[in-house]
């Protein structure tokens, strides 16, 4: 029987957030090992580790993968979230690659000074209410289901429900004008696995705050 995945980046969101959120989904547990020195990951790079010579990085089924598309693709496709056909498919791919582009916005913003974060909370408030919320609003209109491919839960609706909550800590009333948004939310939020990770005490990370940032820049060299 196959060990549980083991998930190796720093203890903060990032790009690795979003592969929390898929495992849990699926009902899949998972380790993780914190990258905190420059000399942990001096080590994965010298091991072969990193494809890419980047994180993140998740041992899973007997393959190191790396490239975050991948991973989630990976666990999407395994673990039944991935639509039932081509078509489902390419859905999914066109709705998590919008809030990709959404969440972008958002994983940059820890790194930024405290003038541009002013600027930049606005833009992303603006982004998220003037594109991507009435489009995704739209789809859930058209479409009169609970989920955004399907009939049934899929990384699409993982993914939209990671970067609402993402957006909401920047502006709590964010959904105001989006009342199919706002119910999307009540109904993945309830689903059993996603209410235990939105619960105190789960492998969800915090908010970035400055020790996440100092870590990555000392890790990484990037200053």
Sequence with gaps: MAGKPKLYYFDG???????????TAAGVEFEEEFLKTREQYEK???????LFQQVPMVEIDGMKMVQTRAILSYIAGKHNLYGKDLKERALIDMYVGGTDDLMGFIMRFPFLSAEDKEKECAHIIQKATSRYFPAYEKVLKDRGQAFLVGNRLSWADVHLLEAILMVEEKSSDVLSEFPRLQAFKANISSIPAIKKFLE???QRKPVPDDKYVETVRKVLWMY
Excluded: C
């Excluded at 969101?13 to 495992?23: A, C, D, I, N, Q």
């Design 13 to 23: 969101r990032g790009k690795m957030e979003s592969v929390r959120w898929l495992l």
């Design 44 to 50: 994965l790079l010298q091991d072969g580790a990193l």
């Design 200 to 202: 105190p005490g789960s």
